[in-house]
């Protein structure tokens, strides 16, 4: 296995898929292994790049079948008819983005898993079963997870395709309930890999004028704590729990940070928590323009998301669901205090490690305001609270332990036929 091949819908930018497609392919370039990049939209080098700009969820093709399957259990002839053209477009496309890197295996990144994209996922499916390539199926979410795909008139296609069952595809998973969903509603085994972070490599410090600045585009006076919500502005984050702890937590200046836009959910859930942030007399502060998608800063988002973590006094984290918990390894590795839910991924196969966080279940109490505020108030007991995280998930969540992992799932694909 020499020439691997990322294919997602979207890999750009700062969400969660988008991550992980970038330390699986470091950890892989290290052992020797090329890696190219093909979606719909793709921020990596322009060389390691194929762009098949029907690929993406938001092309207005792929967007009108979707109004037109979901939410409804009827679809059309005409939908049926555009399925089919896109893709067959999408087949021919990818045939030749294989066969332009030489490819020796494809990492389906979430394409095969959520149906946000469903031409590319039947695509993928009909392309993997005519060529038996080697394929590792990276399983972010699953349509089951998701209620706004609970209702559709495309049981056929996400019964067929996401995800699908051939010989030639290898299943990762990145928490234990998705592995026994799958197993379940699929009857395929997969591999467990969580997300991960560098933690061999602690982040370099900041400026204090840096984090000064920021601060300050964030409104955030001096004396008072920065209170950051690193996350999409999305219905299963919660966000009005954060609302609801910054209105009784003294010194917060009744402001909350967010980092980050609405994302691929529509705008009503941004509407609503603006107007219950009102009554809560909560400022809600975006400073996702600002803050660059990338490593690179430029002129008009002069923040990597790593300054502003470290520029934050506080994380809140109170999602009701999460696949795994990006924004979580994130906080710990910038030593962070953190106030979560206990979301049922966090339960099952974070809590256990031995964490010390701010916790909740599903509410915030007076207890978990004076909690809070004791953390924040006691620098030598802080010290000791992130410095155990981060040995804790130095353990569990490593580069090296990917590394492990991955290289082991590569060892078990068995190249077959090829596109060459």
């Not at 009784?248 to 691929?264: E, K, N, T």
Request: with cysteine; charged share 20%.
């Amino acid at each position: 296995m020499k020439n691997i091949g990322f294919i997602s819908t979207r890999i750009c930018g700062t969400d969660g898929v988008s991550h992980e497609i970038e330390k699986w392919a470091t950890v892989l370039e290290k052992n020797g292994m090329s890696c190219s990049y093909c979606a719909g939209e793709v921020d990596r080098p322009l060389e390691r790049c194929f762009l098949i700009d029907e690929a993406h969820f938001r092309h207005p093709e792929i967007a009108n079948i979707n109004r037109d399957i979901f939410g409804r259990t009827v679809r059309n002839a005409e939908t049926t008819k555009l399925i089919h053209t896109m893709t067959a477009h999408l087949k021919s496309e990818l045939t030749k983005y294989i066969r332009q890197f030489d490819l020796d295996c494809i990492i389906a990144e979430n394409a095969l898993s959520i149906p946000m994209n469903i031409p590319l996922g039947i695509a993928l499916t009909e392309l993997i079963a005519e060529t038996g390539i080697a394929v590792i199926a990276h399983h972010h979410d699953f349509s089951w997870e998701r209620d706004r795909f609970l209702v559709n008139a495309a049981w056929d296609y996400l019964q067929m395709c996401f995800p699908p069952v051939l010989p030639s595809i290898f299943h990762v998973v990145i928490n234990s309930l998705a592995q026994s969903t799958l197993a379940f509603r699929r009857g395929v085994p997969s591999v467990i890999i969580p997300n991960t972070i560098d933690y061999a490599n602690p982040p370099k410090p900041v400026s204090p004028a840096a984090i000064k600045c920021i601060r300050d585009t964030a409104g955030v006076a001096p004396g008072e704590y920065f209170v950051l919500q690193p996350t999409r502005v999305v219905p299963r984050k919660c966000i009005e729990r954060s609302i609801d702890l910054v209105s009784g937590l003294s010194g917060a200046g009744r402001r909350l940070v967010i980092s980050h836009p609405s994302g691929d959910e529509g705008d009503e859930y941004h509407a609503q928590l603006k107007e219950y942030a009102n009554m809560r007399q909560v400022s809600l502060v975006s400073i996702e323009s600002v803050v660059s998608p990338g490593r690179m800063v430029s002129e008009q988002r002069p923040f990597t998301i790593g300054e502003v973590y470290q520029a934050a006094d506080l994380v809140t984290y109170p999602s009701a669901y999460e696949g795994f918990g990006n924004a979580f390894l994130e906080a710990v590795y910038f030593r962070k205090p953190i106030l979560i839910n206990r979301y049922p991924i966090f339960i099952s196969d974070i809590e256990p490690k031995g964490f010390e966080l701010c916790l909740i279940n599903g509410f915030i109490t007076g207890d978990v305001i004076r909690n809070v505020e004791r953390i924040l108030c006691d620098p030598d007991a802080l010290k000791k609270m992130v410095d155990l995280n981060y040995r804790v998930a130095s353990e569990h969540f490593s580069y090296e332990y990917l590394e492990k992992l991955l290289i082991g799932v590569l060892g078990c694909l068995k190249p077959r036929l090829s596109c060459r």
